[in-house]
């Protein structure tokens, strides 16, 4: 069963950064995009970026495009995602998910909190 | 970039309703829409790929419809089970989310 197990809870101080950590089991990652989704307190969801494992390629939503950096490792099957220059807008659950088929996401971790404060 | 507006924000039904939540790309998405579930403290769950695709698992009284810039997720008897909020996405260019549709027991 493809599983997609994420890093714990994260707390920054404003202007550092954190990076994530989604490693995922039974799937080769090398097969699929990997994305990126933030939850704020409260509101919906936001896509923030894919990245193709196979080769490094990147797509970043607009407004993620200077705070978020994807990476991947196929060696160990695992995303990773960082965060830069962290402000209280940034506290939120990040989530990973993919699909082992198609362009939706039908495989999500379980979220990892991002608290940022001083 | 593509927008979706999702309608209504808020819903309060009676168990065994027909609920019905829409989505409206800002441009033609062909048929690249997908609705989620999600419940409090959990992970999104997706229930429809690609408009009206019912993903494994999914009970048959949601259903998808729409095509083009207007899309639509029905819940044919709604359950208790059922209360969550629901998002669209849309997947034909890049990827976007509507803003969510809480729903709740009247």
């Known amino acids: 069963e493809v599983q997609l197990q994420q890093s714990g809870a994260e707390l920054g101080k404003p202007g550092t950064s954190v990076k994530l950590s989604c490693k995922v089991s039974?799937?080769?990652?090398?097969?699929?995009?990997m994305h990126w989704v933030n939850q704020r307190p409260g509101k919906g969801l936001e896509w923030i970026g894919r990245?193709?494992?196979?080769?490094?390629?990147?797509l970043y939503a607009e407004k993620f495009k200077s705070k978020a950096t994807l990476t991947a490792d196929t060696s160990s099957n695992t995303a990773y995602m960082q965060l830069s220059q962290l402000k209280s807008d940034d506290t939120a659950i990040y989530f990973c998910?993919?699909?082992?088929?198609?362009?939706?996401?039908?495989?999500w971790g379980q979220g990892t909190l991002v608290t940022v404060s001083s | 970039d593509i927008q979706m507006t999702q309608s209504p924000s808020f819903l309060s039904a009676s168990v065994g309703d027909r609920v019905t939540i829409n989505c409206k790309a800002s441009?033609?998405?062909?048929?690249?829409l997908d609705w989620y579930q999600q419940k409090l403290g959990e992970a999104p769950k997706l229930l429809i790929c690609?408009?009206?695709s019912l993903h494994t698992g999914i009970p048959s009284r949601f259903s998808g419809s729409g095509s083009d810039t207007d899309f639509t997720l029905a819940i044919s008897s709604l359950q208790p089970e059922d209360v969550a909020t629901y998002f669209c996405?849309?997947?034909?260019?890049?990827?976007?989310f509507g803003g969510g549709t809480k729903l709740e027991l009247k």
């Open positions: 998910a993919m699909a082992t088929y198609g362009y939706w996401f039908a495989y």
């Open positions: 039974d799937y080769n990652i090398r097969n699929t995009y």
């Open positions: 990245i193709d494992p196979a080769n490094g390629n990147t």
């Open positions: 441009q033609n998405i062909n048929k690249y």
């Open positions: 690609n408009t009206n």
């Open positions: 996405l849309q997947h034909n260019s890049g990827w976007t």
